[in-house]
């Protein structure tokens, strides 16, 4: 499939490109639903590509032009679950564009779960890399037994498409891969999802099918810790065992299982500001995008607070970037279809406070200014 250059629309533009053509149609027909019982003008940001359906949006900035790995969302047959079992992705597309609000294009497909010789099902949220002229694709899939790993794919090009390796990378485990290169060249994989992402079957990295579905139950233990691994020079697996996340309350002491609004669930993202190391991720059933800042890329980490508020659908998911001098948020929401399995990538600007914490955004422009107007 060519690439294609499409631009971001408001929803009223969306719907009725919908009606007057195909081009322009989401997948599946799936956008009559109670997307269109909101206004394009209450969000605060509009879809960057409408034509099918993307979330978890990893950004990447290359050369001055911005690169986006997405999961590409599919509407299939499975029914709604806490595990995500209705997540169904299978291939994943790259976007691309020169500049925030400028066309977007909609790469072919950049790397298929029938071309990775151990994945079975599932291919979830994405991260990418560059390194000495090659470009690494993380990606987690389930494999043949039904666990979450972590594999990795290469190309000479960002757009793809990936020759992923024969196996997935050795000692890895669960969900959402995230990439950090420090300023010193050492690069660093974060990871873990608990639910359906199966951390808390992987306490000791090894998968326990008869886990915990949800947790560890227990609230008033620390939390259970996202993952980071350093990686090896050429990238392809990591250096050490993967060890613990700590991200620590105000107080210095871990934030607990049962503090929903504040513990890890999933969505590792790092980036670093001033300095500070700022590892950000979803709170999960909460539906918060939050964050915490350490002065290594290891940590610890203390709570900060929250990036974002709960978007239109259950998940969120994200990654920040900073491009031409500013800062940029990327998440995702399900705005065109209302379906919780079929959403939609976002990008708006994120702002630092001069102490260095983040602005908390609203999702929704009309409720943000309702915010504005009580204080």
């Not at 992987?202 to 810790?225: E, M, R, V």
Request: with cysteine.
């Amino acid at each position: 499939m060519p690439s294609r250059r499409l631009s971001a629309l408001p929803l009223a533009m969306v719907l009725l490109a919908t009606a007057c053509g195909p081009n322009a149609q989401p997948e599946n027909q799936a956008q009559q639903t109670k997307a269109d019982k909101r206004a394009a003008s209450e969000y605060l940001s509009q879809p960057l590509v409408t034509d099918m359906y993307t979330a978890d949006p990893s950004a990447h900035v290359w050369d001055g032009k911005i690169y986006v790995y997405p999961s590409h969302d599919i509407d299939g047959p499975t029914p709604e679950d806490d595990l995500g079992a209705h997540f169904e992705m299978r291939d994943y597309h790259v976007l691309s564009m020169d500049k925030i609000g400028g066309p977007v294009t909609v790469g072919p497909v950049a790397l298929d779960v029938k071309d990775v010789p151990w994945a079975e099902k599932q291919m979830w949220a994405p991260d990418a890399a560059r390194k000495n002229g090659t470009y690494y694709l993380y990606f987690p899939a389930k494999d043949k037994e039904g666990a979450f790993r972590v594999g990795v794919a290469t190309s000479k090009n960002p757009m793809g498409p990936f020759t992923a390796q024969p196996q997935p990378i050795k000692g890895s485990y669960s969900i959402d891969p995230s990439v950090f290169t420090d300023d010193d060249g050492a690069s660093y994989m974060y990871f873990g999802g608990i639910w359906g992402g199966q951390l808390q079957r992987n306490i000791d990295g090894k998968y326990d099918a008869n886990g915990s579905k949800t947790d560890l139950g227990q609230d008033d233990k620390p939390a259970i810790a996202p993952r980071v691994a350093k990686m090896t020079g050429d990238m392809l697996e990591f250096t050490e065992t993967p060890r613990a996340v700590q991200i620590l309350d105000e107080k210095g002491k871990p934030i607990l299982g049962g503090d929903h609004d504040r513990r890890f669930f999933e969505a590792s993202w790092m980036h670093k500001y001033k300095g500070k190391y700022y590892f950000s991720y979803s709170t999960g059933d909460t539906h918060y995008l939050a964050y915490a800042i350490g002065n290594s890329p290891y940590g610890p980490f203390t709570y900060k607070g929250r990036i974002l508020e709960p978007v239109e659908g259950w998940t969120t998911h994200h990654s920040i970037v900073e491009w031409n001098g500013r800062w940029w948020l990327f998440y995702a929401d399900s705005q065109l279809s209302g379906q919780t399995r079929l959403r939609n990538v976002k990008v708006t600007e994120l702002r630092y406070n001069p102490d260095g914490t983040i602005q908390t955004m609203n999702p929704f422009v009309a409720q943000s200014a309702k915010d504005g107007a009580a204080r």
